[in-house]
């Protein structure tokens, strides 16, 4: 029988106006945008379901993606001409960065090379293969500088899975929570999905995000749809995201 409480619908028709804060899309320097155009037709795609206002988060990265904030400011300014010659000036592009807490992460935020979001947020990640050793400390680093940490895709790490204690032990030690919004649909599977899910129903999340990397992303981004539990539960998070950083 139908029911109107298990009707769902399409995840993008509530992303109108939405800052989007963690996503790869300045080009050529990690894995996310090879080149200014791809770059530009990740924007163009975004601007499809009226998204117009990013936060660009490339991974620092030691050993992988060693960048600074020179070559994030670099890539950042390649952009924007590139935006402006496609007349594209309606689009409002910031730059922060993903910071990976890898052994070389405290000697960063020791010597300022971090790239803080709004000036009051850094976004951190850890391994999916195992917990950093250096997590406590580095916690303890980004408050002393009096920033706020933001876990990027808490959802995504599985050995946190077999605990919501576990999370409940982050938020505890001042971690905020980020979700990725693809976690919502099947794009990185149905365990991911399961606990993005009970995170959002537990009120654990924080903020919201694409972390597009590339065009296929947005394509699965477009057909995620939503029971109504869920968009209810979501919603408030991305209002929150675009108060925190309009």
């Not at 960065?97 to 979001?117: C, Q, R, T, W, Y």
């Not at 699965?220 to 408030?236: A, G």
């Amino acid at each position: 029988m139908f029911s109107f409480f298990t009707k769902k619908h399409f995840l993008i028709d509530d992303l109108d106006g939405f800052i989007d804060i963690h996503n790869h899309i300045l080009p050529g320097i990690d894995d996310g945008a090879k080149s200014v155009e791809d770059a530009i037709e990740l924007i163009k795609c975004f601007g499809e379901f009226g998204v117009k206002d990013f936060i660009c988060t490339p991974h620092i990265m030691e050993n992988y993606y060693p960048n600074n904030p020179n070559t994030i400011t670099k890539s950042l300014a390649l952009l924007q001409n590139g935006l402006k010659m496609s007349n594209l000036d309606h689009i409002n592009i910031q730059a922060a960065a993903e910071h990976m807490i890898d052994s070389g992460f405290e000697k960063l935020v020791d010597e300022n090379n971090i790239m803080p979001l709004s000036k009051s947020y850094i976004l951190i990640e850890m391994s999916y293969l195992q917990a950093s050793i250096n997590f406590n400390n580095a916690i303890d680093k980004i408050k002393e500088k009096g920033l706020f940490p933001i876990f990027a895709h808490p959802e995504r790490y599985s050995y946190f899975h077999y605990s919501l204690g576990e999370y409940k032990k982050l938020k505890n030690k001042g971690l905020l929570f980020q979700l990725n919004l693809l976690s919502l649909g099947d794009y990185y599977g149905s365990d991911v999905q399961k606990i993005a899910k009970s995170l959002l129903n537990n009120n654990l999340i924080d903020f919201a995000a694409s972390d597009v990397h590339k065009l296929s992303q947005l394509e699965n981004l477009k057909k995620i749809s939503l029971d109504t539990k869920t968009i209810k539960n979501l919603k408030p998070i991305l209002e929150k995201t675009i108060y925190n950083f309009k």
